[in-house]
């Protein structure tokens, strides 16, 4: 099926361990983009991508790297894991920058 | 700067309710303005969108009109269903970055909708 596909669903890490979350999408799409979601204060915009090779920071880029060597994928980096981090990642993607599609998520907890 | 405010919830309503969500919103330029809706457990999913003043976003019996001058995109639906429980979020899209359509949402509204 077409869509955002993100990996893992679930993990748990030690404080400064680091992990790469995946994101994957099938439709061509030049934008993907990254958000975390925390209780009460929405989604916010950690790094996002124009296309292969192109990447900027969003609102909340501190602790993670990026890198988009190719249309479909666009993992997202923690370096040095810290409690901070523990929330629910979301991988979006657009082609025309309306309708953003959305993963699943990846709930991350750090100990 | 770009900003988007949500009505404070937790929001709950007998089925067959009316449902009003208010959303408004900062921003510099014409923004698109959307609202989005998540399941528990899923991703977000586009509700409806309207990318100009005056236009009315709908879809599934909800409905929303972009108004610039009170700089408002308040979510409607006339009759709630037990199934219209989730989490809402208004957003607007703006360019960054190279022409890059960035998301900046609202902190999200639960409504829960008891038969």
């Known amino acids: 099926n077409a869509g955002v596909t993100q990996t893992p669903k679930f993990q748990v890490l030690k404080t400064g361990q680091s992990m790469t979350l995946q994101c994957a999408q099938d439709m061509n799409h030049e934008y993907m983009s990254w958000y975390r979601q925390d209780p009460g204060m929405g989604l916010r915009l950690i790094h996002y991508?124009?296309?292969?090779?192109?990447?900027d920071q969003g609102e909340v880029p501190n602790g993670y790297n990026v890198s988009r060597s190719t249309t479909e994928d666009f993992p997202l980096r923690l370096l040095s894991a810290a409690p901070s981090q523990t929330s629910v990642y979301f991988c979006?993607?657009?082609?025309?920058?309306?309708?953003?599609?959305f993963g699943s998520g990846t709930r991350l907890t750090v100990v | 700067g770009n900003s988007v405010t949500q009505m404070e919830g937790p929001v709950t309503l007998s089925e067959e309710a009316f449902l009003t969500i208010n959303c408004t919103y900062t921003?510099?330029?014409?923004?698109?303005l959307f609202w989005y809706v998540q399941y528990p457990g899923e991703g977000l999913q586009l509700l409806l969108k309207?990318?100009?003043?005056?236009d009315k976003g709908s879809n599934k019996g909800f409905e929303a009109t972009y108004r610039k001058e009170t700089t408002s995109f308040h979510l409607e639906k006339g009759s709630v269903q037990v199934s219209d429980s989730a989490v809402y979020f208004c957003a607007l899209k703006i360019s960054g970055y190279q022409g890059a359509q960035k998301l900046v949402f609202g902190q999200g509204t639960r409504l829960t909708i008891n038969p």
């Open positions: 309207a990318t100009k003043a005056d």
């Open positions: 991508s124009v296309g292969a090779g192109i990447t």
């Open positions: 979006a993607s657009s082609y025309e920058g309306d309708g953003y599609t």
């Open positions: 921003a510099t330029g014409y923004p698109s």
